[in-house]
């Protein structure tokens, strides 16, 4: 696991390089409670299941937003992409894969949701955002905020479902 987390992280910096900081972090953010979703969904006993509809549609604005923000990355309409499309969709790829080794770090922190921990550092990529104007290396992108703004809200709406009770649908799924 050592080694294959030290692959990811050089990947996670090389994405950097490549993509505009922002929108990175924040896909790497937004697939973290969607794998632990998927655990949950595919048995796995360590992983969270949705606890309400209220996370389960704030998660739904998340995998939305992230859709939104690969899609502005390859189309060229984010403050940074340097090379083509092709190494937009590679960076994905491998974020997919270091998804899992993060949700086995977060699950350590027992004291609360994975799912919801994960959606509360949603305010990481805003940070990032405002961060890499300040440096000026990366052109402010209007696409970027609409797409960050998305996942921010979707989010938020999944901490608040995290923090009410369970109800008896969301929890069979």
């Given at each position: 696991m050592n080694i294959s987390t030290t692959f990811v992280w050089i990947a996670y910096f090389f994405a950097l390089q490549m993509i505009e900081p922002a929108v990175v972090f924040t896909i790497f953010s937004g697939l973290i409670p969607i794998a632990i979703l998927a655990a949950a969904w595919f048995g796995l006993s360590e992983a969270s299941p949705l606890r309400n509809r209220a996370e389960?549609?704030?998660?739904?604005?998340?995998?939305?937003?992230?859709?939104?923000?690969?899609?502005?990355?390859?189309?060229?309409?984010?403050g940074l992409l340097r090379g083509d499309w092709t190494?937009?969709?590679?960076?994905?790829?491998?974020f997919a894969i270091m998804v899992f080794?993060?949700?086995?770090?977060?699950?350590?922190?027992?004291?609360?949701?994975?799912?919801?921990?994960?959606?509360?550092?949603?305010l990481g990529p805003v940070f990032v955002f405002l961060f890499q104007i300040i440096e000026g290396r990366v052109d402010f992108a209007p696409a970027t905020m609409t797409g960050l703004t998305i996942y921010f809200a979707g989010a938020i709406l999944a901490a608040y479902g995290g923090a009410r009770r369970p109800d008896r649908k969301a929890a069979q799924v």
């Open positions: 389960g549609s704030g998660l739904l604005v998340v995998v939305l937003a992230i859709a939104y923000l690969c899609a502005i990355t390859m189309l060229g309409r984010s190494i937009a969709v590679v960076v994905v790829i491998g080794l993060v949700f086995a770090m977060q699950k350590a922190i027992s004291l609360m949701s994975t799912l919801t921990l994960t959606a509360i550092t949603a």
